[in-house]
């Protein structure tokens, strides 16, 4: 980078007002909008209070960085480094908030005047100057004296403009001019990736999956909690299973630069887009989608599509899993013990990444072994039923759902759920002690069919073991 590529301007804050309301698109306004910048907020009433103090007292406040031309990914006049100090200084113009209670007052000079506004000399002819103190805590832009307002608004800030650097130039420029700056290892990874690795995080961060089931508190926010998660994901999933806390997600950017392909980002993208429409939407669930578990969520997904292609699961059983998983699975000893005191640890997270897998293998095997059983007990149940059954006629058509019930081994299984419920035929049909073994099976990952009415939800039933209807049963 040429030293000639910057030069310094002096912009008074009511210019910078001027450019910051200005359209898209307008000569010199200002951009606030890069990838890699932390969200605006960051700071507190304090050190707002304190910039405002600076600039009307004449204390020093570092110089803006702006990309005067651009670059390939960054538009003219985007703001790289300074975003919270103008955000902050527009804020107060606008009377978004007020001074904090602990600021200085400004204290300034200013020339004696009489009555009639005529300024007043000493004896040996020079102006007589006074020295005034003006309290400012707790005030609001507007409740300012005028001279005070316009004190602040004429108060002048540095520029450095950056003409005809490359976005790489501008990443080594913003890395270190953030280095001594309260900045996460995510954000520093941000910074570190430069603008367009960066914008492929924030887009995946904007997606379905993330707008319709992340709630975050102001200070998730701050910390980039959604970019934090992403970068959890991208490490899991592409086998770099190590510490994922936010020190390791910024050694994980420098030493694995390659892993940010578009194609590996996009299809992180794909797969969180996908389990907003698997997963059950409703705030039990949700509020377990946190930094904790999605990475995992990503990385058993992965397992889930080796699976599908082998033919060892179709798309149903997995959604059946994950009701269960959120049910139960997550709940399980065997994967609290890794979900608690250090999560972000390798170890706990390697075991949270086992136990899901083991869980997933397990139910869908248990999903498979069931219906081999249950098929093998109804073909015996029909040649029993055609030998003792020959009329056709004394069995009872289902006119609703189309299935035979009567006399068949089917029957005599929904017996054995009448008998042990106590209840009729006709009492089944609205029972219910029925609607609540229906919401039990539902809770446990069964019934993907959409049953008309309880005579259908009994023929289902009845296609599983005794065993499993007991326990079904007892469940309720």
Same mark, same amino acid.
């Given at each position: 980078?040429?030293?000639?590529?910057?030069?310094? /301007?002096?912009?008074?804050? @009511?210019?910078?007002?001027?450019? *910051?309301?200005?359209?898209?698109?307008?000569?010199?306004?200002?951009?606030?909008?890069?990838?890699?910048?932390?969200?605006?907020?960051?700071?507190?009433?304090?050190?707002?209070?304190?910039?405002? #103090?600076?600039?009307?007292?004449? *204390?020093?406040?570092?110089?803006? #960085?702006?990309?005067?031309?651009?670059?390939?990914?960054?538009?003219?006049?985007?703001?790289? @480094? $300074?975003?919270?100090?103008?955000?902050?200084?527009?804020?107060?113009?606008? $009377?978004?908030?007020?001074?904090?209670?602990?600021?200085?007052?400004?204290?300034?000079?200013?020339?004696?005047?009489?009555?009639?506004?005529? !300024?007043?000399?000493?004896?040996?002819?020079?102006?007589?100057?006074?020295?005034?103190?003006?309290?400012?805590?707790?005030?609001?832009?507007?409740?300012?004296?005028?001279?005070?307002?316009?004190?602040?608004?004429?108060? @002048?800030? =540095?520029?450095?403009?950056?003409?005809?650097? &490359?976005?790489?130039?501008?990443?080594?420029?913003?890395?270190?001019?953030?280095?001594?700056?309260?900045?996460?290892?995510?954000?520093?990874?941000?910074?570190?990736?430069?603008?367009?690795? /960066?914008? *492929?995080?924030?887009?995946?961060?904007?997606?379905?999956?993330?707008?319709?089931?992340?709630?975050?508190?102001?200070?998730?926010?701050? +910390?980039?909690?959604?970019?934090?998660?992403?970068?959890?994901?991208?490490?899991?999933?592409?086998?770099?299973?190590?510490?994922?806390?936010?020190?390791?997600?910024?050694?994980?950017?420098?030493? #694995?630069?390659?892993?940010?392909?578009?194609?590996?980002?996009?299809?992180?993208?794909?797969?969180?887009?996908?389990?907003?429409?698997?997963?059950?939407?409703?705030?039990?669930?949700?509020?377990?989608?946190?930094?904790?578990?999605?990475?995992?969520?990503?990385?058993? !997904?992965?397992? %889930?599509?080796?699976?599908?292609?082998?033919?060892?699961?179709?798309?149903?059983?997995?959604?059946?899993?994950?009701?269960?998983?959120?049910?139960?699975?997550?709940?399980?000893?065997?994967?609290?013990? %890794?979900?608690?005191?250090?999560?972000?640890?390798? &170890?706990?997270?390697?075991?949270?990444?086992?136990?899901?897998?083991?869980?997933?293998?397990?139910?869908?095997?248990?999903?498979?072994?069931?219906? &081999?059983?249950?098929? +093998?007990?109804?073909?015996?149940?029909?040649?029993?039923?055609?030998?003792?059954?020959?009329?056709?006629?004394?069995?009872?058509?289902?006119?609703?759902?189309?299935?035979?019930?009567?006399?068949?081994?089917?029957?005599?299984?929904? =017996?054995?759920?009448?008998?042990?419920?106590?209840?009729?035929?006709?009492?089944? &049909?609205?029972?219910?002690?029925?609607?609540?073994?229906?919401?039990?099976?539902?809770?446990?990952?069964?019934?993907?069919?959409?049953?008309?009415?309880?005579? @259908?939800?009994?023929?289902?039933?009845?296609?599983?073991?005794?065993?499993?209807?007991?326990?079904?049963?007892?469940?309720?």
């Amino acid at each position: 980078m040429d030293r000639d590529c910057i030069k310094a /301007a002096h912009w008074s804050i @009511e210019r910078i007002m001027e450019d *910051y309301k200005k359209k898209p698109g307008d000569f010199e306004k200002l951009f606030f909008d890069m990838n890699s910048q932390r969200e605006e907020g960051q700071w507190n009433s304090v050190w707002k209070s304190d910039l405002i #103090h600076s600039l009307m007292q004449g *204390y020093h406040v570092p110089p803006i #960085h702006i990309a005067k031309t651009g670059t390939k990914n960054i538009k003219p006049m985007s703001v790289f @480094e $300074g975003k919270q100090r103008i955000t902050s200084i527009r804020e107060y113009v606008l $009377g978004l908030f007020r001074l904090h209670k602990d600021t200085m007052p400004v204290t300034f000079k200013s020339e004696k005047v009489d009555e009639k506004g005529q !300024y007043i000399y000493d004896e040996r002819g020079r102006r007589i100057v006074i020295e005034e103190e003006c309290p400012i805590a707790g005030k609001y832009f507007r409740e300012l004296p005028e001279k005070l307002r316009k004190l602040l608004l004429h108060s @002048e800030v =540095t520029l450095n403009m950056y003409f005809d650097l &490359t976005d790489e130039e501008i990443a080594v420029q913003m890395e270190r001019l953030n280095r001594q700056k309260k900045f996460n290892g995510t954000q520093t990874a941000k910074v570190k990736i430069g603008e367009l690795k /960066a914008s *492929y995080i924030n887009d995946i961060t904007k997606n379905e999956f993330f707008d319709n089931r992340i709630l975050l508190s102001s200070a998730k926010k701050k +910390s980039d909690e959604l970019s934090k998660i992403v970068f959890q994901s991208l490490m899991v999933y592409t086998g770099n299973i190590t510490n994922l806390s936010n020190g390791n997600i910024e050694k994980f950017v420098k030493n #694995h630069s390659e892993q940010f392909d578009k194609s590996i980002l996009d299809k992180i993208n794909d797969i969180l887009i996908d389990l907003d429409k698997l997963l059950p939407n409703n705030e039990d669930v949700n509020k377990l989608l946190t930094s904790i578990n999605i990475p995992i969520l990503v990385f058993n !997904y992965d397992k %889930y599509e080796q699976m599908l292609e082998n033919e060892e699961i179709t798309r149903e059983e997995y959604v059946q899993f994950l009701r269960y998983w959120f049910k139960e699975g997550i709940f399980s000893s065997e994967y609290v013990q %890794y979900a608690e005191s250090t999560p972000a640890n390798k &170890t706990f997270v390697e075991g949270r990444i086992n136990v899901m897998e083991d869980e997933l293998i397990g139910f869908v095997a248990d999903i498979r072994n069931s219906r &081999t059983v249950d098929i +093998s007990d109804n073909n015996t149940a029909k040649n029993e039923s055609s030998d003792n059954n020959a009329d056709a006629g004394s069995q009872i058509i289902d006119g609703t759902s189309g299935n035979r019930t009567g006399n068949t081994a089917a029957e005599e299984k929904n =017996t054995f759920i009448k008998d042990y419920l106590e209840l009729s035929v006709d009492d089944m &049909t609205e029972g219910i002690p029925l609607k609540v073994l229906r919401s039990v099976m539902e809770a446990g990952g069964y019934m993907m069919g959409n049953y008309k009415n309880n005579k @259908e939800l009994i023929s289902y039933m009845s296609t599983f073991s005794d065993s499993q209807q007991k326990g079904f049963i007892e469940q309720s």
